[in-house]
């Protein structure tokens, strides 16, 4: 149980100076920079049931742990202009990803987001509905083959895959298919190299021929010219013959203030955005709710029996959305107890108080949403898997922030419709056609990196849903996948073995620190 709590405040709240928040004293001049080496995850809730909502940690990098939902949203909303991301994060992020929504500041970023946020409004993505059913069915008719065989899968490569198809036919449309094999194995050499340069120790300039840098180098390259081709087909069709896809509508979707459109450069950093933040993020999510649908069986069965019942046999469609009322709320605890974002790294500007302590400007805060959903003080059984925790009744004065997972204020994710689009209409209908049971044994641990992914991937097997006759909501419907016993929570993957790297990086940077 977490120690007593501070009362947060704002700037307007009493300044003590000098006064820091508490935290545990570490190595000398290390501090405890070991400890988050070996597990990240398990030294911040250590610290947090110690030390109470705001820890401070001593090393080469002083930081600041943050987990209070009126904490995050004083930082998030309330003074977001004095948040910034910290500059180590943007320049290492920006050699991927360049000057896109992630990675800019100030008015260069609101510019950008007043321009690509028309774009991710429900309305004009309801178009993609069916190419998200339609890469769906055809990852489940892969599926079919290897249930008759009785072949393993990995649900973390399987949602990757996915996620990565669905948003480049959404960008591209039939652009898409000659350049799959080649676009994806790049977009994972990116997230590699970014994920590499957060949890370095040294961070290796990308001019330096090292093995790793020259991959790196390849792949942004391959990434480039495939997008930098594709923009100049958009711009030599006529506009009634341009493709209906999100390039285009971001191409000709001008800033509303200055009437300005994105440039070739612009609209190569926002796609590559999309590609490095933007699929990882729903792809961790998938594969974790892939892990429920073994490990909680009448949760599961609950969510097959509604999507039954609303399509059938039918592929879902836009207007079935809405019916789906508790598979919302089962992706919704997903989220909760695994946040794809599970830290945010921001960087005040100007002093600040939090919680009655003093927070100078140029402190690390680290802004753990993984913490925050596991607060007790705003959750019933914080560690259980409870969906009707989100219905309306038992959501009444629950804070707003004390629920973060894709984070929240000005600089929450844009594409957010459209990743719940995605969740919902994978996940309904992967519960049409199958039963995902774990592999006995497998290791399920989670790898704290720029999301919160399974490290040795999530195995699994299939079972067609029709092998076992319609769901009927009970334990003897659901075979003997549903009747047994739950499998133990994924652990942290230092409760398992030492975790890779070094959360503090070359200059500033901790490592996985992620922001939208």
Not at 116 to 138: C, H, I, K, N, Y
Not at 204 to 226: C, G, H, K, W, Y
Not at 417 to 436: C, D, G, K, P, Y
């Amino acid at each position: 149980m977490p120690a007593a709590r501070t009362a947060p405040q704002g700037t307007a709240g009493r300044r003590i100076a000098g006064r820091r928040p508490p935290g545990p004293r570490g190595l000398p001049l290390l501090g405890s920079a070991l400890d988050f080496r070996r597990d990240p995850l398990g030294t911040f809730l250590a610290a947090w049931r110690e030390h109470g909502d705001l820890v401070q940690f001593r090393g080469p990098v002083p930081v600041v742990l943050v987990t209070h939902p009126d904490h995050l949203k004083h930082i998030l909303a309330d003074r977001f202009e004095n948040y910034p991301h910290p500059d180590d994060f943007n320049r290492k992020v920006g050699v991927s990803v360049g000057q896109g929504l992630v990675t800019t500041e100030g008015e260069v970023w609101r510019a950008q987001r007043r321009t690509v946020a028309p774009t991710f409004r429900r309305e004009p993505l309801e178009q993609f509905a069916g190419v998200m059913v339609d890469s769906t069915a055809g990852m489940l008719d892969r599926w079919e083959r290897l249930a008759r065989h009785e072949e393993v899968i990995d649900a973390r490569t399987e949602m990757q895959s996915l996620t990565l198809e669905i948003l480049a036919r959404c960008l591209f449309r039939a652009d898409w298919s000659n350049d799959a094999l080649s676009l994806g194995r790049a977009v994972a050499v990116q997230l590699e190299h970014i994920n590499s340069k957060l949890i370095a120790v040294a961070d290796i300039p990308e001019r330096v021929p090292t093995p790793r840098n020259r991959r790196f180098r390849a792949a942004r390259a391959l990434l480039d010219d495939t997008v930098y081709r594709l923009i100049a087909e958009r711009r030599r069709l006529p506009a009634e013959e341009e493709a209906q896809d999100l390039l285009s509508m971001l191409m000709r979707t001008p800033d509303p203030e200055t009437g300005q459109l994105m440039t070739d450069e612009q609209l190569r950093d926002q796609v590559m955005t999309l590609f490095i933040a933007g699929h990882e993020t729903v792809a961790a999510t998938l594969s974790w709710i892939c892990h429920l649908l073994s490990t909680r069986p009448a949760e599961t069965e609950r969510a097959r029996e509604e999507v039954l019942s609303v399509l059938g046999d039918r592929p879902p469609t836009m207007e079935d959305l809405p019916q789906l009322k508790y598979l919302k709320l089962f992706i919704q605890e997903a989220l909760r107890l695994y946040p794809p974002l599970w830290q945010v790294a921001r960087m005040p500007r100007e002093d600040d108080t939090l919680g009655g302590y003093h927070i100078p400007a140029g402190s690390f805060l680290l802004l753990s949403t993984y913490i925050t959903h596991r607060n007790p003080e705003f959750w019933d059984n914080p560690e259980g898997f409870d969906p009707l925790r989100f219905t309306r009744e038992r959501s009444a004065g629950r804070p707003r922030y004390a629920y973060v997972p894709y984070v929240g204020g000005p600089r929450n994710c844009v594409g957010l419709a459209f990743a719940n689009m995605e969740l919902t209409i994978v996940v309904a209908s992967i519960l049409q056609r199958f039963h995902l049971d774990m592999v006995p044994g497998h290791p399920v641990v989670m790898q704290p990196d720029i999301s919160l992914r399974a490290k040795h991937g999530i195995r699994m097997t299939l079972r067609r849903v029709t092998d076992r006759g319609p769901a009927a909501g009970t334990a003897a419907a659901a075979g003997p996948a549903a009747r047994r016993e739950p499998a133990p929570e994924p652990v942290p993957a230092g409760d398992a073995e030492p975790a890779a790297g070094c959360p503090y990086g070359h200059g500033q940077e901790p490592a996985g620190a992620a922001a939208p």
